[in-house]
Every structure is written in C-alpha cells, then in structure tokens.
C-alpha cells in the first residue's frame, strides 16, 4: 500500500483537501468553493513541477468528471415525475412506528422513496412494529416533494432526503394487501437481520449503542442528551466500530487463526457489520480507516485514503451534517501531535484541541455548544468503552438464555444518573450560524492557533481574532425585523443592531379531535422544528420582551417549550387574557416578570418603540381581545 501511494502525484492529504474543495464547488456552487479551489490550483502550478501539476490535475479530473456526473444523475432523477405504484417493497430495518404513524423506506421500480402512511387500528400497528420479514405492500397511494427549507437556517427536509438518493416521498392512502417475497440481494438480507434483531432486543440502549437506531419513544432522553452535548455517544462512531472489530481480531486469533486469514475474514464482516448498521457514515468511515491500518497507512495518509474511498463509495456523505462531522473528527485525531507532553496534559490538549477544533463546524449546523460536553464525553466514552459496550455484547450474546428486562434496572439507573447530571449542567452556550465565509475565516484562524501555539505573541493576536468572529457570529450587528414561517399561527422577531429583543408571539399546535393511547405520537413541538432553531441560528440566548398577543393556541402554545431554551425579561400580556386559568398557569411556570399593558405603552426597539393600541379594556383573551402594535422603522410602517 505505501508503495502504491509513493505513485501518487502529490502527498495523499494535499490530493484530498484539494478534492473537499472540488466537492463543495461542484454540489455547492457557492462563491467561496469557487475561489478557494481556484487559490489552491494556482499553489499547484507555482509551487509544484509542471509534470506533477499535471499529473495531479489528470488525477483531479476523474473526481471531477465523477461528481459532475452524480449531480446531473441526481438532478434528472429529482426533475423526473415518477410513475403512478400500485405496490412497493418496503426495506425492514428503516420501519418506525410513532403512534397511528407508520414511516419507512421503499422502494418501486428500482427506485427508493420515504414512505408514510397513517395507521388504522391498534392490531394493525402491532403487527408492523413485529414485522422482520421482506413484503411487498399492494396500495392506493401518491408521490409528493418533501418539505424543502421554511426558515433561514431550518431543517431542510428535501436536500436532506436527496443526499439519500431519495427524490419523493409517497403517502399511502390504503393498503389492500401484503405479500412476502424471497430476495438473493446480500443487501436485503442484512436489513431483515437488522429488523430482526431490533424487533428483538427493543431496548434503546442497545439498539443504540449496537446497531445504531434510536427509537421513536427515546425522543425524552434525547433531548437530555443532546442537551449536554453527548448525543453522539448513543449513535454508532467510531468508538463502536473499534470495539467490535478488536474483539472480532482477538477471538479468532485466541482460537488460533492464522493473521492472515483473520485479515481476510475481516472484510466480510466489516461489510456484514455495516449493513446491520445502515451504513451510516460513520461507521464506514471508521471501517475503512481501521482496514487501511492494517495495511501500515496511518494518521493523515490514513485519512487522506479514507476520504478518497468514500468519495466512490458514498458520494453524498458530505452534504449531510453527520458525514461532515464524522470527517472532521477522524481529521483533528488524525494531525494531533502531543506526543512528547506528559500524559494528563496530553490528554487535556487533546480534548481542547478536538473541542475548538470542531467548534466551528458545530455551531454551523446547531448554533450551540455545551462546554460540559468536553468532560462528560470523556467519562461516558470510558464508562462505554470499559463497561457498557462489553456489558450490552454480553448481553445480547446471553439473551436466548437471559431476558433482557431483567437488566433494566441497569438501564433504569444510567437514565437516573443523566438526569441528575442535567440538573446541575448549566444551559448550551449559544452562539449562532455563521454565514460560509465567516465558518471559513474561523477554521482557518483556529488551524493557525494550533500551528502558533508555541509562540505566545502570535498565539495571543490569533486568539483574539478568533473572538471577533465568534462575536460577530452571535452578534451580527444588523436590525432585523422576521416574519417566522411556523405554519399556522404567528411568530414575528425584531431585534436591533445594539441587541435589544422581542417576540411577538411563539406559534403552537391545534390538536385537532381526541386520539386513543395506541394513536398517540411522540413528537416534538412546532417551536423546536420552527421557531427555535431560528433564534439560535441568530445567536439569540436571551428575551428582552416576549408579547403573547392572546391566549389561542396557535399564538401561545408553545410559550413554555420557548422558555426552557432562552431566558425571557419580561412577558407582555392583555388584561383579559389573564382570564384564563390555563394560561395563567403556564406564566406562572416561566416564572418571570409580568407586564400587563395599556393603550399608549411603548416596547423600545430601533432607537424607537413599538405602541400599543389595543385592547383598551378587559375581554376574554381571544381573537377580538388581541394585542394590536404599531412601529415606524426605516421609513416602513409596520401595524
């Protein structure tokens, strides 16, 4: 393998920030890609031969040629309306079921679609949470495009699906029936042992930690997780995938198998592995980096080849916020050198250097970081890795002999111990998205701490330079007056460029008639798919007004969900909404102080203030009691 990478025209690691760069400006067509494959082209050819310039731009045009290919592919494939299906295969180890919903992935004429379809009864859902078998569903159904962006910086659902190679979803209105087929695809094979597998164990934990699905009913501790920022822990990584191939190696050779043929048999099961897992990013990531390790490539040409194979192998992985983090660790891992520091100081420069190292790239795709997450990461991958992981295997192994219910008592105590940890862990530091080019100026400014670390003068001007930027992400000193698509209902944010704050309104949803238990979803509010995630993306952390224009659900509904993310100063009401015993309780909770208002009160805002003009007396706190504003802001009139 070193031989074959001495043939190579550049060092491997150069060859593939040059192709990162080709990608983004070939899926990405923004400005930024552009102009920085152009420098890096222009460094080729002066600072390079003329022969190995050009072997390296032989070598940079197949990926080139490649990409532009997948993308016309993928493009023509999202233009085409597909055809009207009567029927379609549905892939087990991708079946959720979330109260009367029922979600999958499908396919119909050699194509793959997300499918959705509402469930009738109570015997019928049960029977798809314990399908594991290969059916072919025949239905009445339509193909639609999934929900593209609602908001700057939202969820958006449709690049999401698309980086699937998914361009249409498909409701089904009825099934009229279900067939089981028989499949030589390897590929089916895997998913049904997957299905099986999680239909049997059902415990979130291990279908977590072993095979990488959380469930649907696992939406409560998520959000604990993620708010202490180790969410990560519970999907696959690579700390998984090197404990399950360590403990592969080390069994057959106990068993007295020669390394060769355990290298050979190594193969199979990585791709074995990978298909009970999805093949998610990064557990094929981390599987080849360990393959090509066994073959003597390690830290950046390890990386450097790793990419290159996934470029082949997953050409969409990095367009998805997994895919790119997952690199970006494997990367930081891959270039650390703190090798001549004593041990506990290597360590804490280690975990500094992967936190600010990846900081940037987190904050672009959630805004937000929990400084706790450096040490609690730390502990619970130890706690995994010695403990848990082993512990769970075992387990799994035992099962026919051991019902897994009889160690819930250790899951029951590991859900206790998190919670009390996030009863005591401090709130996500906000920092907000920065735009491409700010993301950019931070990575590269970071790298240089990193390079300078040792000079204490240059160490200081780029320190100081990287908290500009992070200023300037949370604070972008801009006015800004947003209409917030939540769907039904009203959220409006102004904010000025000094950073006084204010809402009006926060959106919520209207259940519409009652639902059976066996009906009931986990879901998460409007706000947190809407609202929320806006704030953050402008580094909002904190409320100066939030006004709550009357008591409907859909203006008001979310109002608590709001104040667990963000502190609120003060929350401006009308008299006669204080009428309502269930919205009076809801304030109470935020505990916060209340204003209640009056004609000719004014919200300062803009070097200027919004007027209240109504309601002049007390009403019912409804529609024709509402909070009625007034504002004139750069030269527009805003009622």
């Not at 700390?239 to 198998?257: A, E, H, P, S, T």
């Not at 599987?287 to 996934?310: E, H, I, P």
């Not at 900081?359 to 706690?383: M, N």
């Not at 698509?485 to 704050?501: A, K, P």
Request: proline share 4%; glycine share 6%; hydrophobic share 50%.
């Amino acid at each position: 393998m070193s031989q074959w990478i001495k043939k190579l025209p550049l060092a491997p690691i150069y060859l593939a920030f040059i192709l990162v760069w080709v990608y983004f400006a070939v899926y990405s067509g923004s400005s930024l890609a552009y102009l920085g494959l152009g420098v890096l082209l222009l460094r080729l050819f002066f600072s390079y031969p003329l022969k190995k310039s050009l072997a390296a731009l032989a070598f940079l045009s197949l990926f080139v040629f490649f990409f532009l290919l997948r993308r016309e592919m993928a493009e023509q494939a999202f233009r085409q309306e597909p055809p009207s299906a009567s029927s379609v295969q549905v892939l087990p180890d991708t079946i959720k079921v979330n109260g009367d919903s029922l979600s999958f992935r499908g396919q119909t004429d050699g194509r793959l679609y997300q499918v959705f379809y509402k469930i009738k009864s109570a015997s019928e859902k049960k029977a798809f949470q314990q399908l594991t078998d290969l059916v072919v569903l025949d239905m009445e159904g339509e193909f639609e495009q999934a929900q593209q962006q609602r908001n700057f910086s939202g969820f958006d659902y449709q690049a999401y699906l698309k980086s699937q190679g998914i361009y249409r979803t498909l409701k089904i209105n009825k099934i009229q029936s279900l067939r089981p087929i028989s499949s030589l695809n390897p590929l089916d094979w895997l998913s049904i042992w997957s299905r099986k597998a999680l239909v049997y164990i059902r415990n979130n934990f291990m279908t977590g930690l072993l095979f990488g699905d959380l469930d649907t009913e696992f939406a409560e501790m998520s959000d604990l997780y993620s708010s202490l920022g180790i969410i990560h822990l519970f999907a696959l990584s690579g700390m998984q995938v090197g404990f399950f191939l360590d403990g592969f190696r080390r069994i057959l050779l106990r068993l007295g198998m020669k390394r060769e043929t355990v290298n050979a048999l190594q193969l199979p099961f990585s791709f074995i592995y990978a298909g009970l897992t999805g093949f998610s990013v990064s557990v094929v990531r981390s599987l080849v980096q360990k393959l090509l390790a066994q073959q003597g490539l390690t830290r950046l040409d390890n990386f450097a080849l790793t990419l290159m194979v996934l470029f082949i192998l997953m050409p969409n992985f990095l367009l998805t916020a997994g895919g790119v983090l997952s690199c970006a660790y494997a990367f930081l891992i891959s270039m650390m050198d703190f090798e001549k520091l004593p041990p506990i100081r290597k360590l804490l420069a280690e975990s500094l250097t992967i936190s600010l190292g990846i900081l940037p790239i987190l904050i672009y795709y959630f805004a937000e970081f929990q400084p706790w997450s450096v040490l609690l990461t730390f502990l619970f991958s130890l706690l995994f890795d010695l403990l848990i992981l082993p512990g769970l295997t075992l387990i799994f192994i035992l099962s026919p002999l051991l019902k897994i219910t009889q160690v819930n008592f250790f899951f029951d105590l590991l859900e206790d111990v998190i919670r009390w940890v996030a009863d005591f862990a401090p709130r996500p530091l906000i920092f907000g998205k920065p735009n491409l080019w700010l993301l950019f100026a931070l990575l590269l400014v970071l790298a240089l701490i990193y390079d300078f670390r040792r000079k204490k003068s240059w160490l200081l001007s780029f320190s100081l330079l990287a908290l500009l930027l992070f200023f300037l992400t949370k604070h972008p000193l801009q006015n800004e007056i947003t209409v917030v698509d939540i769907g039904q209902g009203d959220s409006i944010f102004l904010r000025d460029w000094q950073g006084r704050t204010i809402l009006i309104d926060v959106g919520g949803r209207v259940e519409i008639g009652k639902k059976e238990a066996w009906q009931e979803r986990q879901t998460s509010s409007n706000a947190e798919k809407t609202l929320i995630p806006y704030l953050k993306s402008r580094g909002v952390a904190s409320l100066d007004v939030l006004v709550l224009t009357h008591t409907d659900t859909d203006h008001m509904g979310d109002m608590l969900e709001v104040a667990k993310h963000f502190s609120i100063k003060e929350i401006y009401v009308s008299k006669g909404s204080l009428t309502q015993p269930d919205f009076v309780q809801k304030l109470e909770q935020i505990e916060t102080s209340v204003h209640v208002v009056e004609v000719g009160d004014e919200i300062p805002v803009f070097d200027s203030a919004l007027q209240v003009l109504y309601p002049s007396g007390t009403g019912d706190g409804g529609n024709d009691d509402s909070i009625v504003l007034y504002g004139e802001f750069f030269q527009t009139k805003f009622l």
